[in-house]
């Protein structure tokens, strides 16, 4: 079956420039999670979403990192007034019942 | 101390050969764990998952030491198309529930095959 897509793949910004990454689990997938992968290091948590509710946060690096989720399918991560720290490739995964994550291709964001 | 900790290498070994990576982490109530196998410039890919003592699948076996807080991942026969990082996850708390899910991630491991 369909896995879990992500897009645009790749997005250049220039800084200070809002940004909308798009992500959709996999069919059924209640839960839902970001990740930000900065290269050479394993994938950092950013956020979890279960159904429509956002149940942990905790890793958003700044209140310019907000996500949604609205439906308790699709979600979005937005990134406001886009700093140079912020290049990395952005990661959304959807949890199956056995409890295994499973990964988008991911979003390649570069700020100049 | 890192709540996931792995060796980044890289383990450069021959077609052929038997590798293992270790991976240690600092909460001793986790009762689950992952390897995750991720190729340059794509996405992580769950390898496998461990949740007692350990797993094997193929040439790949995952073992679990509870007392020292490490686990393994042991290769057999390397194959060149097993070249990647590969990731050690352990989830934040220790049961996973429907309240949690996040998980720690390593640096990873890079290995390298050779002909």
């Known amino acids: 079956g369909a896995g879990v897509s992500q897009s645009p793949r790749y997005k250049v910004a220039k800084r200070g420039q809002d940004v909308a990454l798009r992500c959709d689990p996999i069919s059924g997938h209640v839960s839902l999670f970001w990740y930000q992968q900065a290269l050479g290091q394993g994938p950092e948590f950013l956020t979890y979403?279960?159904?429509?509710?956002?149940?942990?946060k905790s890793g958003l690096p700044s209140d310019r990192f907000f996500a949604e989720r609205p439906e308790g399918s699709v979600s979005t991560l937005k990134i406001q007034r886009t700093q140079q720290e912020d290049s990395a490739v952005y990661l959304c995964?959807?949890?199956?019942?056995?409890?295994?994550?499973?990964f988008g291709p991911g979003t390649r964001l570069t700020v100049l | 101390r890192k709540e996931v900790e792995q060796d980044p290498g890289p383990f450069n070994v021959p077609e052929g050969a038997t590798v293992a990576f270790n991976c240690t982490y600092s909460n001793s109530a986790s009762q689950s764990f992952f390897w995750y196998r991720q190729d340059c410039r794509k996405e992580p890919k769950l390898l496998m998952s461990?949740?007692?003592s350990g797993n094997e699948d193929g040439r790949f076996t995952a073992q679990l030491n509870r007392a020292s807080q490490y686990i393994s991942l042991l290769i057999r026969d390397s194959k060149l198309s097993d070249s990647a990082t590969y990731l050690c996850?352990?989830?934040?708390?220790?049961?996973?529930?429907?309240?949690?899910?996040?998980?720690?991630f390593g640096q990873g491991t890079t290995l390298q095959v050779k002909p």
């Open positions: 461990v949740y007692s």
């Open positions: 995964a959807s949890r199956s019942p056995r409890n295994e994550q499973f």
């Open positions: 996850v352990v989830p934040k708390a220790p049961i996973i529930s429907s309240n949690t899910g996040k998980l720690i």
């Open positions: 979403f279960q159904n429509e509710a956002q149940l942990d």
